[in-house]
């Protein structure tokens, strides 16, 4: 009888073999499908995604600064329109509570912004009357507000208050009293300095100037910056006429002869 062989013990594949197969694998994975995009293709693709956004939303930002930057009629019923909603606002507060000096003060301040404007581009009687009511209403706050905490502030704010009602000297007074009472208080100079050149006291103008850049040395409240501008506007107009004036002398001189004859073109013969 003959042996049956055992079966051949089958050989190890090759780690070679191994390798390359799994190579084929991930070669076979990596294998693109009909359409589908390369990794440059998609990058390319998102990078102009990108841009075309930026470039839509700055298109869009530019919309908006044009619309914010577009021309408006500038006259009363604009200026109306900046400021009723805020005094309503604060009208209320103050409803609610009349010792609420904070909204009181920003109630008269803004009412005395707004009567101004107001009256600046006024066109029509209505228009001034407008103004003018707006201003007394200021005063009528400021006053409340002084009940409640008196400060050189808004004694200089409620004299400008006066001042664009055409009180003028009213205001002056009451300005020379906030000096007096508030020395130190350089924005009352230069107020006071301005009133006064109003009224063409230009030596007192020039005084109050002064005082106005001596009590503000640093500029914090930007009173010195102020008087100086108008300090050197105002030698400047005294140097221009004091050269005017000598310029006549000189002509004067010049036209008079050695005889003192003056020597004039329509002189009898």
Request: contains cysteine; glycine residues 6%.
């Amino acid at each position: 009888m003959s042996k049956k062989q055992a079966p051949k013990p089958s050989k190890p594949k090759k780690k070679g073999k191994v390798a390359a197969d799994e190579k084929d694998a991930r070669r076979a994975k990596r294998e693109r499908r009909p359409g589908e995009l390369s990794r440059p293709q998609k990058a390319v693709i998102i990078l102009f995604i990108v841009v075309f956004a930026l470039s839509t939303l700055a298109g869009a930002i530019a919309a908006v600064v044009q619309s914010g930057n577009r021309t408006v009629e500038y006259n009363v019923d604009y200026v109306d329109s900046q400021y009723e909603s805020t005094v309503a606002d604060l009208e209320s507060k103050v409803e609610a509570d009349p010792s609420d000096a904070d909204s009181l003060l920003s109630l008269a301040q803004n009412c005395t912004s707004w009567g101004r404007m107001v009256g600046m581009l006024a066109q029509t009687d209505d228009e001034r009357a407008h103004g003018t009511e707006l201003l007394q209403r200021a005063l009528g706050y400021y006053d409340q507000y002084l009940e409640l905490s008196d400060t050189p502030e808004a004694r200089t704010d409620r004299a400008l208050c006066e001042y664009y009602l055409g009180e003028t000297d009213q205001a002056v007074a009451d300005l020379e009293a906030v000096t007096q009472a508030s020395p130190d208080y350089a924005p009352a100079w230069a107020d006071l300095g301005m009133l006064y050149e109003s009224q063409g006291s230009t030596d007192q103008a020039v005084a109050a100037y002064e005082q106005a850049v001596e009590k503000d040395p640093d500029d914090e409240a930007g009173a010195k910056s102020y008087a100086e501008d108008r300090l050197e506007s105002l030698r400047g107009d005294d140097e221009d006429g004091s050269a005017d004036d000598a310029g006549t002398d000189d002509a004067n001189t010049t036209d008079t002869g050695a005889d003192g004859a003056t020597d004039d073109t329509g002189a009898s013969e």
